[in-house]
C-alpha cells in the first residue's frame, strides 16, 4: 500500500509514516509516560515518528530500537529527527516508570517465527506489568490469520492504520493516515 500511495498517488511513505506516528501517539491517550519500543522497519519508524510527538508533549519515557543499524529510508529520517532533538534511543527497553508500552517492534510483513532478540524483547514488554499499545497489530501476529509467530505480545489495545487486519483481536482503533480510496480499490478492498 506505501508504494502503490507513492506510485500512483504521489503520497510519499514519509507522509504516511508521519501520519501513523501521529495517531499512534495521539491513542496513547492520557499516558504521562510512554516507553516506545521500535524494530527496524516501518512498524519502528511509525513508533519513532510517534516518540517526537510525546516527547513535543512532555509524555515520552523512553525510546529503544531493536536493530537501530538496520534502519533505513523514512524510519532512519525519523531516528535523525529524534537525535537532533538530544533524544536518546537506547538498544534495550527501559520500562521502569512509564505508564504505558507503545509497541512498535514488528507490523504487518511479519511471516516468520519470532526468534532472538525479537522474542526476549515481546516477552519483556508481557512482563512488565504495564498497558499495551499496539501500532497496527501487536508485534509477533500473523496480521492476516491471527496466528501467533512463536511468541507475540499481548496488547491492551491496539491502534490499526488505514483499515482493520483480519488477524486483529482483541480492542483496537481504525486510524486514517490518509491513504485515498481509490488506493484501496486498486488493491481490491471495498470500503
Known amino acids: 500500500m506505501d508504494r502503490l500511495c507513492e506510485s500512483r498517488f504521489g503520497i510519499p511513505v514519509d507522509w504516511l509514516m508521519e501520519a501513523a506516528g501521529w495517531e499512534c501517539a495521539r491513542a ?38 531493536l536493530d537501530r543499524a538496520r534502519l533505513h529510508g523514512p524510519a532512519a529520517a525519523r531516528a535523525r529527527a529524534l537525535h537532533l532533538l538530544g533524544i536518546e534511543i537506547a538498544a534495550e527497553p527501559r520500562l521502569a516508570g512509564a505508564d504505558l508500552v507503545l509497541d512498535a517492534i514488528f507490523g504487518t510483513g511479519l511471516s516468520r517465527p519470532v526468534e532472538g532478540p525479537a522474542a526476549d524483547w ?12 499496539s501500532v497496527d497489530v ?25 483499515l482493520p487486519k483480519p488477524g486483529l483481536r482483541g480492542e483496537f482503533v481504525v486510524a486514517d493516515i490518509g491513504i485515498p480510496r481509490e488506493a484501496y480499490a486498486d488493491v481490491g478492498v471495498e470500503l
Do not use: K, M, Q
Open 122 to 133: 515481546i516477552e519483556l514488554v508481557n512482563r512488565s506489568g504495564v498497558p499495551i499499545l
Open 138 to 162: 501487536p508485534s509477533g501476529i500473523d496480521s492476516d490469520t491471527g496466528e501467533v509467530l512463536g511468541v507475540a505480545v499481548r496488547a491492551t489495545r491496539t491502534v490499526t492504520l488505514g
Open 28 to 65: 496513547c491517550g492520557d499516558a504521562r509516560a510512554v516507553a516506545v519500543v521500535c524494530g527496524s522497519g516501518n512498524n519502528g519508524g511509525d513508533g519513532l515518528a510517534a516518540a517526537r510527538h510525546l516527547h513535543r508533549w512532555g509524555r515520552l519515557h523512553s525510546v529503544a530500537c
